[in-house]
T-cell receptor
């Protein structure tokens, strides 16, 4: 079992839909959780950063962490065509351990 | 966040040659890392570039194949040596304040080896 599992998609939704992106993980020591957005031919761009469990909201984006289920989610409200990209989850134990990334979910928002 | 510039943005190289990728940051950063992103795969950490000392390599990556330099707090290079088609990938430079902080990435170098 890989440390971080993420459905690669592709996921196609109509404009205005609520999008739910998810990752599961096996390492209970993970405590820092991130979501990145990557447009084609660009580097990953940090969207959300959370520590431990709970929710964090930033505009149309909400990140949720459920450590008991080893499950994290990113919700995008009122999705726009400009949200079309690959979304990567990443997590780490902290200390001197590096980030572990999911494979990314490719999202298309259709106008 | 820091502005990260990577050069070249893409290259096509012949088998057996080497390519050096540069990463320049517009401010001093503590941590610099090199990642590889292969199609359909997760970002994989190659090594941590340490200022003034040898890089720290992850399992499966060795200095002879991926020599790294970091002469100061704003600049690093990654060399892909004796390339084979299996080295075709996107190579990304990233920076952070420490291992617990989120990383910021450059736009990557898209390498094709023929």
């Amino acid at each position: 079992q890989k440390e971080v599992e993420q459905d690669p998609g592709p996921l196609s939704v109509p404009e205005g839909a609520i999008v739910s992106l998810n990752c599961t993980y096996s390492n209970s020591a993970f405590q820092y959780f991130m979501w990145y957005r990557q447009y084609s031919r660009k580097g990953p761009e940090l969207l959300m950063y959370t520590y431990s469990s709970g929710n964090k909201e930033d505009g149309r984006f909400t990140a949720q962490v459920d450590k008991s289920s080893k499950y994290i989610s990113l919700f995008i409200r009122d999705s726009q065509p400009s949200d079309s990209a690959t979304y990567l989850c990443a997590m780490s134990e902290g200390g001197n351990t590096p980030l572990v990334f999911g494979k990314g979910t490719r999202l298309s928002v259709i106008a | 966040s820091a502005v990260i510039s990577q050069k070249p943005s893409r290259d096509i190289c012949q088998r057996g040659t080497s390519l050096t990728i540069q990463c320049q940051v517009d401010s001093q950063v503590t941590m610099m890392f090199w990642y590889r992103q292969q199609p359909g795969q997760s970002l994989t950490l190659i090594a941590t570039a340490n200022q003034g000392s040898e890089a720290t390599y992850e399992s499966g990556f060795v200095i002879d194949k991926f020599p790294i330099s970091r002469p100061n707090l704003t600049f690093s290079t990654l060399t892909v040596s004796n390339m084979s088609p299996e080295d075709s990938s996107i190579y990304l430079c990233s920076v952070g304040t420490d291992y617990n902080s989120p990383l910021h990435f450059g736009n990557g170098t898209r390498l094709t080896v023929t």
